[in-house]
């Protein structure tokens, strides 16, 4: 073999043993877990509320949208509830006096408010998949979910659309340009579920509907690398040491 071809073949080498040790160094522990953020059973902390765009129709008896735990459920999940275990669903009702782009949020309020505040459910680890049960009826609407940052920013994710009969279990990847970790320490910044939103199309019409949800979850990654003093990036424990009886004492 000549000089220059030996040379060729330790710099190939070399180039190959580089580029595994990189993609061994960029491989990451994962521990995927299924994680249930409301199963609109009373145990969550929540209750959800409606609001809805101009048009919601409103009389002197009534007042749409409408909101109710009803119960009911995806035989999928539940089967036919032998037990009589107290399941039910989100119902929600919608009338509106105008076709066109109408919408209905369905969004969270915590228990202990009095003031019915709008709140945000902490999605836990770095979410990968976003996944509901919903009923439609086969109306002309879609879904999208409000997911925000630890920057703030809000991103609107499309669950897809309601035109199918009964239950039907929608599931989106949360996109990768959605941030759930920063370069310094604690690194992972979960996410929160802002809330959901069904939009009308204006070639449907939109008198009268029901949609019913069941069972929001998540997929998550909840692995977290340990590491020399890695309690100091809890900010739970942070708080501990810093709080001010902690330091009356020393």
């Known amino acids: 073999m000549k000089h220059g071809g030996f040379k060729a073949v330790c710099l190939a080498l070399s180039v190959s043993m580089a580029v595994v040790s990189v993609l061994a160094a960029e491989e990451k522990a994962v521990n995927l877990e299924s994680r249930i953020l409301e199963n609109f059973d009373g145990t969550s902390g ?19 949208p409408k909101l109710a735990y009803v119960k009911t459920w995806p035989a999928a999940i539940h089967g036919y509830n032998r ?53 439609g009826a086969n109306f002309n609407y879609y879904l999208e979910a409000y997911i925000r940052d630890y920057k703030g920013v809000v991103h609107i994710i499309n669950m897809g659309d309601l035109s199918f009969e009964g239950w039907k279990n929608l599931r ?64 739970a424990r942070v708080q501990e040491l810093w709080s001010a009886d902690s330091n009356a004492k020393n």
């Open 83 to 135: 037990e009589g275990k107290d399941i039910k669903s989100l119902g929600v009702w919608g009338r509106f006096d105008r076709k066109g782009y109408n919408w209905i949020d369905i969004y969270p309020v915590a228990k202990d408010d009095k003031d019915e505040n709008p709140a945000e459910i902490p999605i836990p680890g770095r979410v990968q998949l976003l996944d509901m049960w919903v009923w």
């Open 172 to 235: 989106i990847n949360i996109p990768s340009n959605i941030p759930q970790e920063k370069r310094t320490l604690p690194k992972r910044q979960g996410l929160t579920l802002v809330k959901f939103r069904i939009w009308t199309r204006p070639v449907e019409r939109v008198d009268d509907f029901q949609v019913y949800f069941n069972q929001i979850k998540v997929l998550t990654d909840t692995f977290e690398t340990l590491f020399d003093g890695d309690e100091l990036a809890d900010p």
């Open 46 to 64: 929540y209750v959800w509320k409606v609001a809805a765009s101009k048009f919601a129709t409103k009389t002197d008896k009534e007042t749409f």
